[in-house]
């Protein structure tokens, strides 16, 4: 079932890892799992001290060249009445270190993540402006249970089938 905005907001923030989509100014995809906070309508992801193989991200000269990104979060497990996915579409942009939105994403980033205590957020900040929120799921979804399999009986259940998920009551022929 496709998501509303709440959910999709919810579940997004409560992920821990996403995947960012560029392009190139041919239109040739890139895709990289990051890390990210969220503020609003907008996805902090930043360049952190992990070894790279060059300091000339794909994905920062993407974003230079073709604003236009995806970044994606998922939930998979086995069990696929648990599945769900949430896409924020909208326009990227490299924080210059001076604009204030910088420190506010590091920031949220160091809170977010522990890690960043041993590998700092020394490179540059991306911040994305969600223009749209979209997101599918396998099961209802509350706002106080973004895991979902509680409400899975619930919303899997047709309206004359009895309480405890036995076989669904016969309508009786009023033909």
């Known amino acids: 079932m496709n998501l509303d905005e709440t ?42 001290g992990k070894p790279k193989r060059t300091p000339r991200l794909r994905r920062l000269t993407n974003v230079a060249a073709n604003p236009r990104v995806s970044v994606l979060v998922d939930h998979y497990a086995e069990d696929w009445t648990t599945l769900w996915w949430v896409r924020a579409d909208g326009t990227a942009r490299v924080l210059d270190p001076t604009d204030p939105d910088d420190g506010t994403a590091r920031h949220l980033l160091r809170a977010r993540y522990p890690q960043y205590d041993r590998v700092p957020v020394t490179g540059p900040v991306l911040a994305v402006a969600v223009e749209r929120w979209s997101g599918w799921s396998a099961y209802l979804v509350r706002p106080a249970d973004p895991a979902g399999p509680a409400t899975r009986a619930t919303a899997r259940r047709r309206p004359d089938s009895p309480p405890d998920g036995g076989r669904p009551r016969r309508r009786p022929n009023r033909g």
């Open 7 to 48: 959910h999709c907001r919810e579940l997004f923030a409560g992920a821990r890892v996403a995947r960012l989509a560029t392009a190139d100014a041919a239109g040739v995809p890139h895709l990289v799992p990051i890390v990210f906070a969220v503020a609003a309508d907008t996805v902090f992801s930043a360049v952190d």
